[in-house]
Nanobody, 115 residues
Framework: QVQLVESGGGLVQPGGSLRLSCAVS????????MGWYRQAPGQQRELVAQ???????HVEDSVKGRFTISRDNDKNTLYLQMNSLKPEDTAVYLC?????????WGQGTQVTVSS
């Protein structure tokens, strides 16, 4: 069973920054897909950013220029650097990974952007 554990969420003022981490219980070197998602109350879960095993990244237009996704294969950890945060970024942020033919989720970490 693969485990993903997110950390780094919290309360931040608009314009602030946070760095989320997702520690994975196995090697991520060969994982073809890892991503960060978010879900706000009453909203559907949405993909925020993704990275492939080859290091190719994609971020959604809503966060482009503000969020950066990266992976550290040596530490088996996925990161999401979030800058210039806005109140509409408030959500539970979850990481997900495709391992073999199964998709695994972390438990999520709350990010609240408010003054």
């Amino acid at each position: 069973q693969v485990q993903l554990v997110e950390s780094g969420g919290g309360l931040v003022q608009p314009g602030g920054s946070l760095r989320l981490s997702c520690a994975v219980s196995q090697s991520i070197f060969s994982l073809k897909f890892m991503g960060w998602y978010r879900q706000a109350p009453g909203q559907q879960r949405e993909l925020v950013a993704q990275v492939t095993s080859g290091g190719n990244t994609h971020v959604e237009d809503s966060v482009k220029g503000r969020f950066t996704i990266s992976r550290d294969n040596d530490k088996n950890t996925l990161y999401l650097q979030m800058n210039s945060l806005k109140p509409e970024d408030t959500a539970v942020y979850l990481c997900g990974a495709l391992v073999g033919g199964s998709f695994y989720w972390g438990q999520g970490t709350q990010v609240t952007v408010s003054s």
